[in-house]
């Protein structure tokens, strides 16, 4: 078999991210169990039974509805310290992946790649003192990078939506994500 290269086309799109480093004043493991809380788990079994039964859009509705009360729920988890630990490091640190499906599926109807930026990646990790520092490129922003009206309007909703669990936990942080 000869291995043809074929040009490929392509566009770069260069854009600015917001980070936002949140430092919570809360020790890490108390932070990281209210914010699991908050927001619980993606259980895919219920999305499946959904599909299996031939149900509806509106039954995943109503099913992300229950599953993430706050409106945001935990897709995957990466602990870091169990990864580097060998390599001397003591820094507790998670790695989330926070979304809802539904909200996603309102802006991938505009264009596929607002998943490059859904589900939210965050961070929550410990700080010196042992407290917890939560860390996330800001959704507008990401989202807005597309340049699609309606799709910067979802990212603006879930800086809200950010906030607003953030609050759940008891955490302030309103004018971080303006």
Known sequence: MTN?????????????MNRIDIATGVQFE?????????????????????????????????AAAI?????????????ALPLFTLAGHTTKA???LLGNHTIAETMF???????LYAPL???IYADHDGNAIFSMDQPSAAFGSLGIAEVTKVGEDLDR????LLRVIGIDVEQAFR
């Open 121 to 123: 990646r965050l961070l």
């Open 109 to 115: 109807r505009h264009d596929p790649k607002a998943l």
């Open 30 to 62: 108390e932070f990281k169990a209210a914010f699991e809380e908050a927001a619980p788990r993606f259980d895919p079994t219920t999305v499946q039974a959904i599909v299996e039964r031939g149900g509806s859009w509106d039954d995943v509705l109503a």
């Open 161 to 164: 939506k950010v906030a607003n």
């Open 67 to 79: 599953n993430a009360p706050n409106g945001l729920m935990v897709y995957a988890t990466i602990d």
């Open 4 to 16: 043809i290269v074929k040009s490929a086309q392509f566009n770069v799109v260069s854009h600015a």
């Open 94 to 96: 998670v790695e989330y």
